[in-house]
């Protein structure tokens, strides 16, 4: 029997064709899965997928219509992608993204303060790193454990030119081991010093449930107590010890099992400037609250910028028994400019005041590139450095004219193929701090939303797709390299944690079995990257990489609370010092009235030939 086939027996497999196609080819939509701001500018990434988007509402209603732009090649992740506008959707709520009649994703959050609730994360995860003292689950619900490392007799290793013991307790846990580092807490502690200092009033009542300190407010309270362990790392002479660790990193164990011998190790250069500079910055922040503990912190400052004066070149290097954390610092005149800034800042003393290299090129801060600190305090501190100040200010908003720019296109982001290194996401992080201290000063918006897009970055709008910090969004990361996240037994990692992040260096690839496999090959810059534990080079955590996070959503949520650094000019505040264009009921000239307008994918008004944005601010 000869088989029949007619027109309508094709249209099921054709249809069946078309669906997989449209499957095959379906975009996809790279968001921050925590929030976007209802005042804030907004965008998406997008990858491949043809046609205009709809954001619908959680009633199925279509509330807005977007043109992706321009599709533009991001080499980090070898991709071309196209961002998108969204910035007029403005109410709260969770959406949906379509694209062709097909749903992309339907988590994106409108929020009235997006940021506020993982900057407190960010900052109480300082509370879980504590030395010393037990976790009470009062404070620390699910994560609540024994007090580690309580015994705060340290030896001193032959490497500080000494011997005996000290006294030394408290302080933070360096990263996924538990070492304590005083080069590596002195950016940590000077970032979260300056939130507190640039936003004073609003930090005062910024609370997330950590034990009190007297009457200091919370971020203060935390401050502390990494303070105070710094201060115990300094000798008689002035100098300051280098770390205080265990000869060898400890096994996957909980503090309270890491029992064994603690040294005091080394001594240098880079620890006495880096502890001279937190000292200071810690005078001028506790002098309100606590006047004998702030003169203690600035005399401390003063006799490790002595010593470091009459040591200047004492590199530290991991004696050959050492196999903790070397934080090595072969140039060490940045260190030295970071604190005599500070300390002038603090005393007035010309003796102490740095003069300003404008050629100097790296200025973005990262632990042995302390440089950009000094510009900060120079260029937030116009009245005591006069050109220096003028100097700084140049220096910044030169590179932050270049980070603009590049977070104008590809992913939206500042980054470049050469910062995926080892702690990318702190490079992204400490971009985005830079890029608000130029806004600072300059009030332009274009600096406000490029930091924020370092936040959007940092929070899933990535080509990986992740939230990269620990309990928040809808995919993050989930097997850190943190020993007590592994040890506890407790299935979600400790939240607030900023992992590493992407970079193709592999150093933690092999075959043993605390090691990787390979997880690089095939992978660019942007993407190589894996969440397990054994991956100390992409997926560790670090109080360096979770500080400038913490700053970045900390300002961003102080900053739309209506608050603003002292030094700032006019307007930076959001909310209540927004410019507000009145609209003239009578017009003499059709130009000189206020009309609603749309260009570049960016809603306006425009009045007397000058453009607002929906909040009133000036635009650019």
């Known amino acids: 029997m000869k088989a029949s086939f007619g027109l309508k027996q094709y249209i099921p497999l054709a249809a069946t064709v078309l669906s997989l196609a449209t499957a095959a080819t379906a975009a996809t939509a790279y968001i921050n899965q925590v929030g976007y701001r209802t005042t804030d500018p907004k965008e998406f990434t997008l990858f491949e997928g043809s046609g205009d988007i709809e954001i619908v509402d959680a009633a199925g209603q279509t509330v807005l219509q977007a043109t992706p732009k321009a599709a533009s090649r991001w080499n980090p992740s070898g991709q071309d992608v196209q961002l998108v506008d969204f910035s007029a959707l403005t109410v709260p709520g969770t959406y949906s993204i379509k694209q062709g009649g097909q749903v992309l994703r339907s988590d994106l959050v409108i929020a009235e303060k997006p940021f506020e609730n993982v900057a407190k994360a960010a900052l109480k995860w300082y509370y879980y790193q504590r030395a010393s003292m037990e976790l009470e689950e009062q404070y620390a619900g699910q994560w609540k454990r024994a007090a580690g490392h309580t015994n705060s007799t340290a030896t001193l290793h032959s490497s500080t030119g000494a011997s005996g013991t000290i006294e030394s307790s408290k302080g933070w846990y360096d990263a996924g081991d538990y070492g304590r580092y005083i080069v590596n807490s002195g950016i940590t502690t000077y970032t979260l010093l300056s ?10 009542t910024f609370k997330w449930n950590i034990p009190a300190d007297g009457t200091l407010p919370d971020l203060l309270a935390e401050i502390k107590y990494n303070l105070d362990w710094m201060l115990t790392m300094q000798a008689e002479d002035g100098g300051v010890y280098h770390k205080l660790t265990t000869l060898q990193f400890p096994g996957d164990v909980m503090p309270a099992k890491d029992t064994e011998k603690l040294y005091v190790i080394g001594k240098g250069t880079a620890a006495a400037f880096d502890f001279a500079a937190v000292m200071a910055t810690a005078y001028r922040v506790y002098k309100p609250f606590d006047s004998a503990y702030a003169t203690k912190c600035l005399e401390a400052a003063k006799k490790a ?37 500070e300390l002038f800042i603090s005393t007035g003393d010309a003796s102490y005041k740095p003069t300003l290299n404008p050629n100097e090129t790296s200025i973005v801060p990262a632990w042995p590139e302390v440089y950009g600190l000094a510009v900060y305090g120079a260029a937030t501190h116009a009245t005591e450095l006069g050109a220096e100040a003028a100097t700084a200010k140049k220096m910044l908003t030169d590179y932050a004219n270049e980070f603009a720019y590049e977070a104008s296109k590809g992913f939206g982001v500042v980054m470049s193929q050469d910062d995926f290194v080892w702690g990318s996401n702190a490079v992204a992080g400490n971009q985005g701090v830079f890029l608000l201290h130029a806004y600072y000063i300059t009030g332009e918006q274009k600096y406000y939303e490029a930091a924020k897009k370092v936040v959007d970055y940092l929070l899933g709008k990535n080509p990986l797709d992740m939230s990269f910090l620990t309990g928040f969004g809808t995919k993050s990361a989930k097997l850190p390299h943190h020993r007590p996240s592994t040890a506890d037994k407790v299935t979600d990692p400790v939240p607030g944690m900023i992992v590493g992040g992407p970079q193709p260096g592999g150093e933690d690839i092999g075959s043993k079995s605390w090691e990787c496999k390979d997880y690089t090959s095939g992978k660019k810059p942007a993407t190589a990257y894996i969440d397990d534990r054994c991956s100390y080079a992409t997926n560790e955590v670090a109080i360096n990489w979770n500080a400038p996070f913490a700053y970045l959503v900390g300002a961003m949520e102080a900053l739309n609370a209506g608050y603003a650094p002292s030094f700032a000019v006019e307007g930076v505040a959001k909310g209540t010092s927004a410019i507000k264009p009145s609209v003239s009921r009578i017009r003499k000239n059709a130009n000189d009235g206020v009309r609603l307008r749309f260009a570049d994918q960016k809603v306006f008004i425009e009045k007397s030939g000058k453009r607002f944005d929906l909040k009133g601010h000036r635009m650019k």
């Open 195 to 204: 939130l507190y200092e640039h936003f004073p009033e609003y930090f005062k």
């Open 305 to 341: 910028y002595a010593w470091g004066a009459q040591n200047p070149e004492k590199a530290f290097n991991n004696p050959m028994d050492v196999g903790t954390g070397s934080y090595s610092d072969g140039k060490l005149d940045d260190e030295k400019v970071f604190a005599g800034m």
